[in-house]
């Protein structure tokens, strides 16, 4: 199975904090700082029990935050370092509700930069999205992302590279459909 | 529109579901719009609601083809989409076909709550 690199968001909106049922942070890797207050769990600490979980099905898969710096290495050349090291790196992106997405659209930007540069031609990029986030729009063939007020530029650039869509009601079956894409035959 | 969580028990219960999966199992990924013209008389509202909740219990999914061309309007962006049946897809409809051999043989109609239990066995 190919290794998996799961991109997100780091936090919730200002003044948002959707509970995420407790259970998940079974599958947070050992050693893993919990980043949300008071008991809950951000995004990325969601991220991070996927990770979790995904390993625990036989998938190597890791988060960028979950990585160890190198040096005096920048941001952006710790995320070209990680997207580059394996030629068949898989991206997950999971894409919550009621989520600050500048952390996510700056890593489509750099995924976008890479792929138009087709040094990541080819690759898997598989998105989570919870209800809400995209609607069916079956008349013209076509699903709507309903993030309009954010920087859109990256998520049209999804449509050029392609991409597979999967929509999520819960965090159970956020699990199953991530572990599931995560160990399915390519 | 209430979502059921089981995949298996949601088949059973739901014409328009199965018939959409089989659909998408036969025909292989496509456009929504074929998808539509192979089902004639399912209202579009069934359809849609009935997409909606097959990619929720991943027992189907939305692809954006390589190579597509998007639009930003008001309402967002939109991208151009194709269905298509999941592994979870497949396996769930080799179930019920399971399950209706078995309700075949003992000639008994069990009621829902009774299916659930057999299908979570």
Not at chain 1, 95 to 105: F, T
Not at chain 2, 31 to 45: D, N, T
Not at chain 2, 72 to 90: A, D, F, K, Y
Request: charged share 30%; net charge positive; with cysteine.
């Amino acid at each position: 199975m190919s290794p998996v690199l799961l991109l997100g968001p780091t936090r919730w909106r200002a003044g948002r904090s959707p509970a995420v049922p407790e259970e998940i942070a079974k599958f947070l890797p050992p050693g893993w700082k919990r980043r949300g207050a008071r008991g809950r769990l951000w995004p990325i600490d969601v991220r991070a029990a996927l990770v979790g979980a995904l390993r625990s099905a036989g998938v190597d898969a890791t988060l960028m935050e979950a990585e160890p710096d190198r040096g005096t290495e920048t941001r952006t050349g710790k995320f070209a370092r990680l997207v580059s090291s394996r030629r068949d790196l898989r991206f997950f992106v999971f894409w919550p509700l009621r989520a600050n997405l500048a952390g996510l659209v700056w890593e489509l930007g750099h995924l976008a930069g890479r792929m138009e540069e087709s040094r990541l031609a080819g690759r898997q990029v598989h998105v989570f999205a919870e209800r809400g986030v995209v609607e069916l729009d079956l008349d013209h063939d076509r699903v709507v992302f309903r993030e309009t007020g954010h920087r859109t530029t990256y998520f049209e650039d999804l449509a050029r590279w392609g991409c597979a869509i999967d929509l999520w009601a819960d965090y159970e079956a956020l699990f199953e459909s991530v572990v599931a894409a995560g160990t399915a035959p390519p | 529109m209430k979502l059921e969580k089981d995949p298996a028990a949601y088949l059973i219960r739901s014409e328009p579901a199965r018939r959409v999966l089989l659909a998408l199992r036969e025909g292989g990924p496509r456009r929504p719009s074929e998808v539509r013209r192979s089902l004639p008389g399912m209202h579009p509202q069934i359809l849609k609601e009935t997409v909606d909740h097959l990619a929720t219990l991943g027992l189907a999914r939305l692809r954006v083809p390589p190579g597509s061309r998007s639009e930003t309007t008001r309402r967002g962006v939109t991208l151009p989409v194709i269905l298509e049946i999941t592994h979870r897809g497949h396996a769930v409809l080799d179930h019920l076909d399971h399950y209706r051999a078995l309700v075949r043989r003992d000639r008994a109609l069990l009621p829902p709550a009774t299916v659930e239990r057999w299908l979570e066995a």
